[in-house]
C-alpha cells in the first residue's frame, strides 16, 4: 500500500488484496506520499476489535519524512481483505 500511494507501485498489482471500494479509493487516492526513497515499513501495532477484524497502524520511513499509513482487514471466507486505509 505504502507503494503504491508512493507512486512506486500500480495499484493492479495489490488490488486481489482489497475490496472494490479500497480499491478505488486507493486509485483515486494516487501518489500521495511524496518521497525520493522507497518507502519503507516498521513494525505494525495491531488491534483486534473483534473476530474477523484486525485493524493495523504502521510507520512509514519515507527519507527525512515518516509517515503513518492505517489499514483495516477484515475476514472474508479464507482471505482477509483490506476494506479502508488512511494515511498522514
Known sequence: ???VLAGRRAPATVAEHLTARAHAELVRAGS????????????AHLHRPREGVVEACVLVHCGERTRVLAVRLERHGAQWLCTDFETA
Request: glycine share 6%; no cysteine; aromatic share 0%.
Open 1 to 3: 500500500m505504502a507503494e
Open 32 to 43: 500521495m506520499i511524496d518521497t525520493r526513497r522507497a518507502p519503507v515499513a516498521g513494525r
